[in-house]
């Protein structure tokens, strides 16, 4: 079952949607779905489908992040990852959801590591594919020889328009350039999402478990960039993956990552990769 709403923020319009058993039902955290930069909730439709086929005890919410989709943006506050986090948090607290887990995509890899490091008491655990933490992690080169970018960007902009009630794509693609240059995270940084290690045995799993997931044809984020946050998290699972950053042909076709997205979510804390 599919419900749709938006969350008034600030005079902003934030669209989520819910699919699966209705929230508070099930006693397993729900699962937050966060998508890439430019796109929408849209390109989690294969994912989100399949996940509800399973008959799957977790509620997913998939919402179109600030500026994106069918949510509204604003010129008074510039976009960054904390303040999407933020956003992410207002949700959940207009849902009264009191812990989720979340896959993240690229820039949504990136909030939903923003959540562990701010919020981590909010957060079960953490499927991050395609993040960074450095706008010098991007393998431009790859990007430029790239055949499958082409084909997202010739779906964005047109679908942007149609969807996105002020559809003015340049202003959210001007603000993306400014926010993803101004990434620079570090081990510092790393250091505040808590691990079993640094909460001990009176934390008893209060600790977002950090999957690190990377394809093994990624195009846009050099490899070394996934090692070096799997460092930095000290306890998480790194996870190689079958697929690209972003490609029509992974995101449209075919139901990717659900194998490791399951895995992530009926995972025990105990386990390591």
Known sequence: MIRQSFLVLLLLFSRYATFGPPLHVSPQPPVLFLHGGHLSSRWFSHQLAHVSLLSSPYTSIALDTRGHGRSTSSLLEPLSYSLLAQDVIALFNHLDIPKVSVVGWSDGGCTALALAMKHSTRVDRVFAFGANYNPDNGDYESIANSTTFPEVYARVMPEYKEINPKGDYEKLAAQLKHMQASLNWNRQDFAAIP???????KGKGNW??????????EEAIKREAAVQMHDWVRSPVKLPCRFQHSCDSDFGKRTCYIAP???FCVSTKLSTI
Do not use: M, N
């Not at 691990?195 to 045995?201: F, H, K, L």
């Open 208 to 217: 977002p478990l950090v999957w690190i997931a990377q394809g093994d044809r």
């Open 261 to 263: 997205c399951w895995s």
């Open 195 to 201: 691990t079993s290690e640094s909460v001990g045995e």
